[in-house]
């Protein structure tokens, strides 16, 4: 199956008939649709969809490998439903075709999650997909001069403003009496930050799997510092809330899908590399390191509600969010607890 593009769309019905799916693009992600193994039309009798904005980044291996192994396919038709796959290249873009009425599902990061919740939009966190601390780090060139974040001061970043890359930056700030005022920021997505770093355009990348093994595997970048002990960088999956409430029985079925793959990631994390490699562009025995740096896991346990509690209101009291959120409203855990009884 053909997946680099910056967004697909697949249409996965009861029918098994292989056709192409096409739906408008949002986010100023051009892509065109294609159908594969996982992916067949829209049949003519009523059915429900659920559209599912996908970020092709290791960070979600779980969901690409119930993707790409039919499972998500297989639950869904169970309850008599199907599923349409747009991929973009961020969390605030996903949060864009959802407040658009374009996307019913979103997995990202804890932080863009929590900026969409604190604008307004209808959304409820309902599992947990991984969490890595040294999946998101401050890349520097290999010949940089940079020794310490302290010397990050009056230095250009590049980031994904929005991101949970702009959180740990301003952690590791933080913990050097710094803030984002003491550096200067370029909003860059993170397929563009590599480039920018090569051609010196900025100082430091914060940047996050697949670019982090990948620039340092070729020695073009090494690691100033990551996520350790500071940011465990939740991933989690959003729900419209109102289409949630709606149909929990696809809700759950989509918790099943990724149980599924996270007993594959367990049991045979080759051949699940082997299977996403492709989705993120990187090799198998590079996706297989990858896979090292991760949990991967649906249940919220409190621990990680405790982490997406303090992302909030580091993001409030630091401007990042202008409106507080309700942690207990944001985080239904509801369809977990149903799935795993």
């Known amino acids: 199956m053909n997946t680099k593009i910056f967004k697909r769309i697949l249409a996965v019905t009861l029918t098994g008939i292989v056709a192409t799916a096409a739906l408008a693009g949002c986010g100023g992600n051009a892509g065109t649709s294609e159908a594969g193994s996982a992916g067949t039309a829209a049949s003519s009798t009523e059915e429900t969809v659920v559209r599912i904005g996908a970020q092709p980044f290791p960070l979600y291996t779980p969901i690409y490998v119930a993707h790409e192994r039919g499972y998500l396919q297989e639950e869904l038709e169970a309850v008599g439903a199907s599923y349409t796959w747009d991929e973009f290249q961020s969390g605030p873009l996903v949060n864009e075709a959802v407040a ?25 966190i309902v599992s947990n997909v991984a969490y890595g601390e040294q999946a998101l780090a401050v890349l520097i060139p290999t010949d940089s001069d940079i020794s310490s974040v302290a010397d990050l001061k009056g230095k250009t970043i590049g980031y994904a403003t929005g991101s949970y890359a702009q959180h740990l930056l301003a952690l590791l700030l933080e913990g050097e009496g710094l803030t984002l005022d003491d550096v200067q920021s370029v909003n860059l997505g993170a397929g563009d930050q590599p480039a920018a770093l090569a051609n010196g355009e900025v100082d430091a990348i914060v940047i996050w799997e697949q670019y982090i093994s990948q620039l340092t595997s070729e020695g073009t970048a090494k690691v100033l510092a990551d996520g350790t002990g500071i940011k465990k960088g939740n991933m989690i999956t959003y729900f419209v809330s109102d289409y949630a409430q709606e149909h929990p029985e696809i809700v759950e079925a989509y918790i099943k899908a990724l149980n599924r793959a996270d007993e594959d990631l367990q049991s045979d994390p080759a051949g699940c590399a082997a299977d996403v490699a492709e989705d993120f562009n990187v090799s198998p025995e590079l996706m297989e390191q990858i896979i090292e740096k991760f949990t991967f896991k649906t249940a919220l346990d409190e621990d990680d509600i405790k982490e997406i509690t303090s992302v909030k209101d580091f993001s409030l009291d630091a401007g990042i969010i202008q409106n507080d959120v309700d942690i207990d409203s944001f985080i239904n855990t509801q369809y977990l607890e149903e799935v795993n009884n």
């Open 100 to 124: 658009a009425g374009e996307e019913d599902v979103g997995f990202m990061a804890d932080l863009p999650a929590i900026i969409a919740k604190s604008t307004g939009q209808n959304i409820e």
